[in-house]
């Protein structure tokens, strides 16, 4: 129901464009989000856009990371900038459509010098 693809190696500083597509439309998910999983870590909540256009963010994330919809390729994009190494983690996409949660199987983001 979703993939996630965009993730890789990257220098501290700089940036990645995560990307989540869906078999549906998007439109059908009340809210998507982004998460992440550390190492030895829970996973925890990055940001989410819902259906109106509102946006929410981590604190750790906020005025780095920006989260969007795009209708005309049916995406949710994370646009990631000023990574830290702290930010190194498994990313997964979170849409939720009525009674339903989707996840989808994660990408990694590794931010190493």
């Known amino acids: 129901q979703l993939v996630e693809s965009g993730g890789g190696l990257v220098q501290p500083g700089g940036s990645l464009r995560l990307s989540c597509a869906a078999s549906g439309s998007i439109a059908s998910f009340a809210v998507m989000a982004w998460y992440r999983q550390a190492p030895g870590k829970q996973r925890e909540f990055v940001a989410a856009?819902?259906?109106?256009?509102?946006?929410n963010y981590a604190d750790a994330v906020k005025g780095r990371f920006t989260i969007s919809r795009d209708k005309d390729k049916n995406t949710v994009p994370l646009q990631m900038n000023s990574l830290k190494p702290e930010d190194t983690a498994v990313y997964y996409c979170k849409g939720l459509s009525g009674p339903y949660v989707y996840w989808g199987q994660g990408t990694q983001v590794t931010v190493s010098s």
């Open positions: 856009t819902t259906s109106s256009g509102s946006t």
